[in-house]
């Protein structure tokens, strides 16, 4: 097993929320989210199985557990960065105001990635 952490800071504002999208929550589950997509558009394998292949390997599959786990926290000077977002949402004529909570910028987030023996190989 090995863990690599890190520390990043916020350099626009960052949204995530679970089910409730008025509560800010800094989740695993979109961190990997976000870790594929960029793991997906970066790869060199054009060949489409070959990709979702080992994409499944290392993010896991319906048939398989990824080997992946993150882990992520907050300071509690940066929880208090949390700032309520204001603007408008515009689709064809309707146009709504929406309030969303959000981290601020210079806020500093960690992660501890846990790579699992199977995948160091």
Do not use: H
Not at 61 to 78: C, N, P, R, T, V
Not at 101 to 108: Q, T
């Amino acid at each position: 097993m090995i863990e690599k952490k890190y520390e990043c800071e916020v350099i626009t504002p960052m949204f995530m929320s679970g089910a409730n999208q008025q509560k800010f929550e800094l989740r695993p589950p979109s961190i990997n989210g976000l870790l594929r997509f960029w793991w997906r558009a970066s790869s060199k394998i054009s060949d489409i199985d070959k990709l979702r292949k080992k994409e499944g390997k290392i993010f896991g599959s319906k048939e398989k557990k990824s080997k992946l786990a993150i882990k992520s926290s907050l300071l509690e000077s940066d929880i208090k960065k949390v700032k309520n977002f204001k603007g408008i949402f515009k689709c064809s004529r309707i146009a709504r105001k929406y309030s969303r909570k959000c981290l601020s910028l210079s806020s500093e987030a960690r992660f501890s990635f846990v790579f699992l023996p199977s995948l160091t190989r």
